[in-house]
C-alpha cells in the first residue's frame, strides 16, 4: 500500500557513494529534499560516509551495502529498497573503475599537465606507468558495464513506479565520446542508434576483450589511452540510449560529469567535487517530460 508521505517523497539510490563525485551527488541530492540510499561495497568505508553526512545535517540519507559486480549483493539492495520504500524515483550508476594497473609514482614524476591528458598528448607518455592486464581489464567492463547493466535490471521495475516516471543517470567520461574510438566500424555501429541492440554492444565489449588477452588492443583500432575504461564508457553510452529507445516513459540519460579531482584519476583532475556532481544532480531531478537518450557534457547536451 502507498501512503501519502511514500507518493510524495523520492528515493534515490547512487552507487559508489562513499567518496568522491559519488559522495557529493548524495549530498546534494539530499540538500533538494530526496531520499538518499548511500551505497558502498565496502561497509567500513560506506558507513563512514554516512556518518559524516549525518554529521552535517543530512538526516535523510541512508547506508546500505552494494558491490555492483556481485548479483547477490544487488538482489539484496533491490529487496531493501521494496520493502522500506515500495519504489524507486533516481538511480544514479557512478560507481567506476579504471581498468589498469598504475605504478603512481611513476605517473606523479611525469607530471603531465590537465590539458595533455585532456588533449591525447599525454597517451604514449603514460603506457610505461599503466598497464592493462586482462584481470583490470575484466574488472573493469564488469563494474562500469556489466555492473551498471545488472543493477539496472534489478531497479527497473520499482523506477517504473515512479510516479513522474524515473530518472537513471549513468555516470559516464569523454573517453567514451565515440570520436576517440580509431577503429572506423565500431565507431559506426555505435553511433546507429536504430540498429543498436544490447546483444550487438555485449558483443563488442567480448570482441574487446579477447583483443585484451590476446594482445591485439592497437591492432584491431581499440583506444590506446585508458582502453578499458574507454570502451566500458563508449558501450555504457550506447546502452543508455537502447534503454531510453525502449523506456520511453523514463529520462535515462549519461553525463561527463568533468575533469573532477578524485582518487580515479590519481588527482590529476581539476574541478571540484561540488562542480563534478552538478550534471548527475541535474539529470537525476530533471522536471517530467526531460530529455531522455542523452549524452551530457556537465550540465550541456553533447555528442555521444
Ligand atoms: N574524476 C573524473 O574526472 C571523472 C571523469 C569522467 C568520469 N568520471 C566518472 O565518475 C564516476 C565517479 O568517479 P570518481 O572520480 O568520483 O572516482 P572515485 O572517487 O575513485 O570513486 C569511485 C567509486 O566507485 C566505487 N566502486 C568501484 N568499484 C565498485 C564496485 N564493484 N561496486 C560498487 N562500487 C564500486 C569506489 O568504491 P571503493 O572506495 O570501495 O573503491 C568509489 O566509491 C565514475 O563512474 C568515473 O568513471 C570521473
Ligand atoms: C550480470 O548478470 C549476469 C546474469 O544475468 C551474470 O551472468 C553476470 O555474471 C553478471 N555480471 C556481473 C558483473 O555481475
Ligand atoms: C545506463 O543506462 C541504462 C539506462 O540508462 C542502464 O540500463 C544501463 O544499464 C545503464 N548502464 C548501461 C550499461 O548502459
Not at 151 to 162: D, H
Not at 260 to 289: F, K, Y
Request: proline letters at 2%; glycine letters at 8%.
Amino acid at each position: 500500500m502507498m501512503n501519502d508521505k511514500q507518493s510524495t517523497e523520492r528515493y534515490a539510490v547512487v552507487t559508489g557513494a562513499n567518496k568522491g563525485i559519488g559522495f557529493e551527488t548524495v549530498r546534494q541530492l539530499a540538500a533538494a529534499g530526496v531520499t538518499v540510499v548511500l551505497t558502498a561495497r565496502n561497509e567500513k568505508r560506506g558507513t563512514e560516509a554516512t556518518s559524516l553526512l549525518h554529521g552535517l545535517g543530512y538526516s535523510n540519507v541512508q547506508y546500505h551495502q552494494l558491490d555492483v559486480q556481485d548479483l547477490q549483493s544487488i538482489e539484496a539492495l533491490a529487496k531493501f529498497i521494496q520493502t522500506q520504500f515500495g519504489k524507486l524515483d533516481i538511480l544514479v550508476n557512478n560507481a567506476g573503475a579504471t581498468g589498469v594497473v598504475v605504478d603512481e609514482d611513476g605517473l606523479k614524476a611525469l607530471n603531465i599537465d590537465p590539458e595533455s591528458w585532456l588533449s591525447g598528448k599525454a597517451t604514449n607518455i603514460v603506457q610505461g606507468v599503466m598497464k592493462t592486464t586482462y584481470d583490470k581489464a575484466k574488472e573493469c567492463l564488469d563494474t562500469n558495464y556489466y555492473g551498471v547493466k545488472n543493477l539496472t535490471r534489478a531497479l527497473l521495475p520499482l523506477l517504473q513506479r515512479s510516479a513522474s516516471g524515473g530518472r537513471i543517470v549513468n555516470v559516464s567520461s569523454l573517453r567514451g565520446e565515440l570520436w576517440r574510438i580509431p577503429n572506423e566500424e565500431i565507431r559506426k555501429e555505435l553511433a546507429d542508434v536504430e540498429t543498436l541492440s544490447e546483444e550487438k554492444i555485449d558483443g563488442f565489449v567480448e570482441k574487446f576483450l579477447h583483443d585484451v588477452r590476446n594482445d591485439e588492443l592497437e591492432v584491431n583500432g581499440w583506444s590506446k589511452m585508458l582502453p578499458a575504461y574507454s570502451v566500458s564508457k563508449a558501450m555504457l553510452n550506447a546502452y543508455t540510449r537502447v534503454l531510453a529507445k525502449t523506456y520511453k516513459n523514463m529520462c535515462i540519460n549519461c553525463v561527463h560529469p568533468g575533469y573532477v579531482d578524485t582518487d580515479l584519476n590519481w588527482h590529476t583532475g581539476t574541478l571540484t567535487l561540488e562542480e563534478g556532481a552538478q550534471g548527475s544532480v541535474m539529470l537525476a531531478l530533471l522536471p517530467e517530460g526531460g530529455l531522455t537518450g542523452c549524452y551530457f557534457d556537465r550540465t550541456q547536451v553533447a555528442e555521444f
